[in-house]
Structure formats: C-alpha cells, structure tokens
C-alpha cells in the first residue's frame, strides 16, 4: 500500500486567541478527490494555506505530510510536488493568456522552448487558445479560473489544492470545470478541494470531510454522510391491492399511502435493513413491484451537522 497523499494529524491554527483549527485530522490516499465543505469562515483557506506550505501550522499540531514529505522538515520538496490555485486569482489581467502561461514556465525554470510547448499544450487543453493573445483582464470568470488551473499545471504537480474552484461561477462554467476535475483525476493527480456547495462535494469527491467550529464535523463519502441522519426512508409500492394490504400487515414501522398503494419503512439504506425487509416480504410470499432505497441529500446531512438548520437551502443546479 502507498502512503496517502495528504496526511495530517491534529492540525491546529489559531490567530491571536481564536482557534481557528482546533485538532483536524486528513487522511488522503493518492489519485482520489478529497473536498472539504464548509461554509464561509470555517477554516478551509487556511487548511489549504497550511498543507501548500504558505503559511505555518500551530506550533502544538502533530504530524504533517504531502505527497510523503514531512512538513516541518522538508517544505521545499512539498512545494515541488504541489500546485495551488488559490480562492483569488493568480492571473495577471494586465497580460495575455499566453503571457501568463510563460511567466510560470519561467518560474519552474523550464527551457523557453520547453515553456512554449507547455504553454501551446495546456491553452489547447482549456480551450483558451482564441483568447491566448487577448489581455486576461478581457477574460469571462470562468476563462479566467481555467487559465489559473493551467498556470497551476505547468509545473506537473502530482498533487493539486483548488480553494474554492467554482465559487462565483455560472452553472456552465462550474461544470466545465467539474470536467476539468475529474480529467485531473483520470491522469492520477490528486485533489483537495474546498467547497461551499455539497452538490460540487458530491459530483466530484471520493471523501468528503465537513468543516464547522474548528473540527471535522464528519467525514466519509457522499452516501456514508447521508446515512448519519435520519429521514432515510425505503418505499415498496404495488399494483395489486391484496399484496398491499398484506405487506402493509406484514411489516412493522409502516406509513400507509392508500391511495398510490405504496409503503414507506424508515431506513438507514443499509444492506442489513434492506436484506431484512426483504425476507420479511419473502417469508410471506408478498412481492412487491417497486422498491426504493430513499437517502437524505447531503443538504439534509450539512445543515444537521453545522446547526444551521434555519439557512435557506443553496441551489447550485
Ligand atoms: N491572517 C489572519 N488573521 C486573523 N484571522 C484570520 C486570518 N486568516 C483567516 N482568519 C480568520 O480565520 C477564519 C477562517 O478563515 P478562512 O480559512 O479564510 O475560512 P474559509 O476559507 O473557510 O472561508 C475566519 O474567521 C477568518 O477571519
Ligand atoms: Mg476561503
């Protein structure tokens, strides 16, 4: 087994008497998509500022390490295997596209004809070629953000940190770049990111770490997440009445909707509840014609965790 890419142990990070990180622990495998969600003021710009080396950790955190780099000993080997598009932009708008792209070829010291074929390669691969010769400042928010993720790759970083990658973009944008992501992924580059919205989570996340006063509230996949809260709910619905009227006797914990002859069982969704279920329906010889494992979305999961139940739900799609 190769060690993760990111792995963090007790990160702390105050500023004056405020704790902003208060004990967080990450554990990364290579090659997968970590976000971290939270809302605005939850600490991601300064996770990500931390593990990129661009600011120090607190002075009590434990053990650190990137792309299997000791963070306290050996920034500078992290700093060669990262890149980081940071939440503002590092794109110069009184430049060109092209001229931007060069400026990093320079910065990783690459040959001038070295940093002319990179830079041809990465404004063909998003789609700036037109605008290549065009100051950035004429570029649309989402022109601009791929020339700062192509400006992070010249250096071929094996691990990438995107702070906030689609805030403030339009839904086209947002999913050109959800595209751009998981291409990333397919090329076996690993991804941390931070996120405000939970459907960007989970689009695009492996593992999904949720941020809130300091500590990691909870940690998992998508579908892991969804299960810690209630209001998971399985539904058989029939088409033969008897049937229905049988299983309706059958199991226990049912909610009767007469009219579509459909059942609703609370239900974490897990294998074990369902294969129960099912033998119970078995067992009386009672098929159903339609059964639906029915989880909470994430939205449900964030605010029960964060307690801010109250917030107006986001709509990103
Ligand atoms: N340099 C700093 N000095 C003092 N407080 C800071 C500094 N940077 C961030 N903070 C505070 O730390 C908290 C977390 O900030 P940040 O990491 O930017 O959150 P997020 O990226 O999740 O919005 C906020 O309350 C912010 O005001
Ligand atoms: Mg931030």
Do not use: C
Request: proline content about 4%.
């Amino acid at each position: 087994m190769t060690h993760p890419a990111i792995a963090a142990n007790g990160l702390r990070k105050s500023y004056g008497d405020k704790a902003v990180l208060d004990g967080i622990d990450l554990a990364v495998p290579a090659g997968t998509v970590f976000a971290l969600l939270g809302p605005n003021g939850a600490g991601k710009t300064t996770v990500v500022k931390i593990l990129s080396t661009l600011i120090s950790p607190g002075a009590d955190s434990g053990e650190i390490r990137v792309g299997g780099h000791d963070l306290a000993t050996d920034p500078q080997a992290i700093r060669a295997t990262i890149g980081v598009t940071g939440q503002f932009s590092a794109v110069d708008g009184l430049i060109t596209g092209e001229e931007n792209m060069l400026l990093m070829a320079d910065l990783h010291h690459l040959s001038k004809r070295e940093g002319r074929r990179v830079a041809a390669e990465l404004l063909e691969r998003f789609d700036l070629v037109d605008a290549a010769k065009k100051p950035a400042s004429t570029y649309s928010g989402g022109m601009k953000r791929r020339l700062d993720i192509a400006m992070t790759l010249v250096g071929s970083p094996r691990i990438i940190f995107l702070d906030e990658p689609t805030t403030g973009l339009d839904p086209r944008s947002r999913h050109t770049m959800w595209g751009i992501i998981r291409n990333l992924v397919s090329d076996g580059v690993t991804v941390f990111l931070t996120t405000q919205y939970l459907e960007e989570a989970d689009e695009l996340a492996d593992r999904i770490a949720v941020l809130n006063n300091g500590k990691i509230a909870a940690e998992g996949s998508a579908e892991e997440l969804k299960r810690l809260i209630p209001g998971g709910h399985i539904r058989l619905r029939f088409t033969d009445p008897d049937a229905y009227r049988s299983a309706a006797g059958a199991l226990r914990e049912v909610t009767r909707d007469d009219e579509a002859l459909a059942l609703r069982i609370p239900s974490d969704g897990s294998q074990r509840e369902l294969r129960s279920i099912l033998d119970q329906l078995e067992s009386s010889a009672i098929e159903a014609d339609e059964l639906t494992v029915h989880t909470p979305d994430l939205d449900d999961v964030f605010f029960a965790l964060t307690g801010n139940d109250d917030q107006p739900k986001e709509t990103v799609r």
